[in-house]
């Protein structure tokens, strides 16, 4: 099986290429552009518009090289049935899930604003999961998906870092994938929260995974 060596913290992530995928998470307007979700919580969206140029270089590396493509979003039914009140009725902010705003109802699946933003739309043969938490694998057939396809290693993007990435890093270590992080194509509302998952990942031997800049990556392709 051919494999590639990655420069990566803690140490050399292995890459086999037949079996890693690339999972976006929640690159969607709701978080990333102004009037969603992520700003009626009070949030500055611009750290997030950084990451979609990198994402965007990544996904073109993933789609070169054939890698397995999966994009997450955010989302829940219309009539709330998979919103718990907990998670619905949390803080204070402007606007709660499913109520209406500028990019339609906030966090429904189906509304603009619940979309992925414009330069990462999945292609039809890419694998596309709506997920009601906060982790890609509660609730979702991702891990049965990832099997099917004898998937082992996970490349991970997207946003935001401490909230859905960590905690899909944190499900996806548990259930054996070795997951690495693309430093650069992955963003917080709070940047010291970014740089400070991406130490927690990586501390201890890895214990939840590995973590790199964008073109070590692209440097083990060439
Ligand atoms: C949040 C996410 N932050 N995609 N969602 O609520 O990180």
């Known amino acids: 099986m051919h494999e590639l060596t ?48 990198p994402v965007t270089r990544l996904l073109a590396t993933a789609r070169r090289t054939g890698l397995p493509i999966v994009h997450t979003r955010e989302a829940h039914k219309p009539d709330l049935s998979d919103c718990p009140a907990a998670k619905r009725d949390r803080g204070a902010p402007r606007l709660r899930i499913g109520d209406r705003g500028p990019m339609g109802r906030i966090l429904i699946e189906g509304e603009p604003g ?52 960590q905690t899909t890093l944190r499900e996806a270590n548990d259930r054996g994938y070795c997951c690495l992080l693309l430093e650069d194509c992955t963003g917080s509302y709070i940047p010291e929260f970014k740089r400070i998952t991406v130490e927690m990942v990586v501390a201890q031997g890895g214990i939840v995974g590995w973590a790199t800049p964008l073109d070590r990556l692209e440097s083990a392709f060439e």
């Open 6 to 53: 990655v420069e990566a913290r803690p140490f050399p992530f292995r890459l086999p290429l037949h079996s890693t995928a690339v999972v976006i998470i929640d690159m969607q307007r709701d978080f990333v552009e102004p009037g969603g979700f992520g700003e009626s919580l009070g949030n500055d969206v611009e750290p997030l518009q950084a990451v979609i140029a």
């Open 114 to 165: 619940n979309d992925f933003v414009a330069e990462l739309k999945p292609r039809e043969d890419e694998h596309v999961i709506s997920k009601p938490g906060k982790g890609a694998f509660y609730g979702t057939g991702l891990d049965a998906w990832l099997r099917q396809h004898g998937i082992t290693h996970l490349l991970v993007a997207g946003v935001t870092t401490e909230v859905c990435v």
